[in-house]
Nanobody, 118 residues
């Protein structure tokens, strides 16, 4: 059974940092692209970032230069390092598995809440 379990969310002041983790199980982690998607209060889903099987990373313009995605194959874990956080980064962050080559999002975690507030 495919499972994606996010952790690391919380309350942070503007300008602060957080690192989200997503522990994957039930599939060959190294064989898939992995992504982070968020949903802010009252907003739709917003793609944030993804990392390919071989390592290249891609980011939404709204987070470029502030967020960094990475993966640890040995730990079956994908991370999202978030720096210089803004109030508009407040959202539930979901870890998502991407199919190849379609980029379809086939499995989602339950999400972790990130709240940016002073």
């Amino acid at each position: 059974e495919v499972q994606l379990v996010e952790s690391g969310g919380g309350l942070v002041q503007p300008g602060g940092s957080l690192r989200l983790s997503c522990a994957a199980s039930g599939f060959t982690f190294s064989g898939y692209r992995m992504s982070w998607v968020r949903q802010g209060p009252g907003k739709g889903l917003e793609w944030v970032s993804f990392i390919t099987r071989s390592g290249p990373t891609y980011y939404a313009d709204s987070v470029k230069g502030r967020f960094a995605i990475s993966r640890d194959i040995a730990k079956n874990t994908v991370y999202l390092q978030m720096n210089s956080l803004k109030i508009e980064d407040t959202a539930v962050y979901y870890c998502v598995r991407l199919l190849y080559p379609s980029y379809a999002m086939d499995y989602w975690g339950k999400g972790t809440l990130v709240t940016i507030s002073s």
